[in-house]
């Protein structure tokens, strides 16, 4: 799936970083999301997507970064409400889950969908949680 989804992207004509895995070898797919978010949070990328078995785990370990918000996504209505309502700057697929066909869909939707702001910005600034355990979540 993924070099189904990095060769759509460069037929749209985007430019595509990619990060790995290059093989059928298993891997330990923290070490990926990990550099894929680094990227977006330097700046590199204004965007990652994340392909795992299920897009579960890639999408714990993205979330770990502070300046990400990685939605997992196996259709197209959350992949535009992750961006519209939660600005998400990461993409996290299943292959085992979904097709490639849904997985373009996702990926198509995912990138030309914006960020509405207003009443989404307030809450999306509230995700961020402090070290300190006395901080007011409401």
Known sequence: MKNTLVAWLQAQ????HDFGTHGPESVDY????????????????????????????????????????????SEATSARLSRQHND??????????IGDEMAIDILRIFLATGFEGGRHQRRVAKIEVAASPDRKTS
Do not use: K, Q
């Not at 923290?30 to 890639?58: I, K, N, S, W, Y």
């Not at 993205?62 to 300046?67: D, G």
């Open 13 to 16: 004509g985007h430019t595509v």
């Open 30 to 73: 923290p070490d990926f999301a990990h550099v894929v978010c680094a990227a977006v949070t330097r700046g590199e990328a204004a965007f990652g997507v994340l392909v795992c078995g299920t897009g579960l785990g890639m999408s714990y370990a993205a979330n770990r970064h502070a300046a990400i918000r990685c939605a997992m996504v």
């Open 88 to 97: 998400a700057n990461v993409v996290s697929i299943g292959a085992r889950m």
